[in-house]
């Protein structure tokens, strides 16, 4: 009956040593969470600028097109727009982001972003990352001071 006994109590103790160890992995699965980035990304004719912050606005990393190229006229290429994303992929990283919820931004007045744009969203879908939602923040004046160049526009 003794003997009984202290197997019984062996079990209880494998067993409790068995959900302390379930504890400690769950523990560890909390604290390797998937975090959310906002994607700030302003798309011009002549540049590419991404900006990624946390959720409180805190900066986590900026890559613009000049940092990646030197040639003027390729800041706001789509090519050089993957590379930017490539580069935030791997500073972004680190940081355990995996989602971005992305706003673009175009130049004020003008009807659509720049040629970036798309490519960045689509290569960091390639390299992994999540896309929850995509925001269009481009300025729109309402009324305001008169545009220059006259009642026929700006003429060559």
Same mark, same amino acid.
Do not use: S, W
């Given at each position: 009956m003794v003997k009984e006994k202290i197997e019984n109590n062996e079990e209880m103790n494998e067993a409790e040593e068995v959900e302390v160890e379930e504890k400690k992995i769950s523990k560890k699965a909390t604290v390797s969470k998937e975090s959310e980035a906002i994607m700030n990304i302003y798309t011009s004719f002549n540049n590419t600028i991404v900006h990624v912050t946390d959720m409180s606005g805190k900066t986590i990393s900026k890559v613009t097109g000049g940092m990646i190229t030197k040639?003027?006229?390729l800041?706001?290429?789509?090519? /050089?727009a993957m590379f930017i994303s490539k580069r935030i992929a791997e500073e972004v990283k680190d940081s355990g982001i995996k989602s971005f919820f992305?706003? /673009?931004r175009a130049k004020t007045r003008n009807p659509a972003p720049g040629p970036g744009a798309h490519s960045i969203v689509k290569s960091l879908t390639r390299d992994g990352f999540k896309i929850l939602n995509i925001l269009d923040t481009t300025r729109m004046p309402r009324g305001g001071p008169k545009v220059k160049g006259g009642r026929r526009g700006r003429r060559p």
């Open positions: 040639h003027d006229r800041k706001a290429n789509p090519t /050089i992305v706003r /673009i």
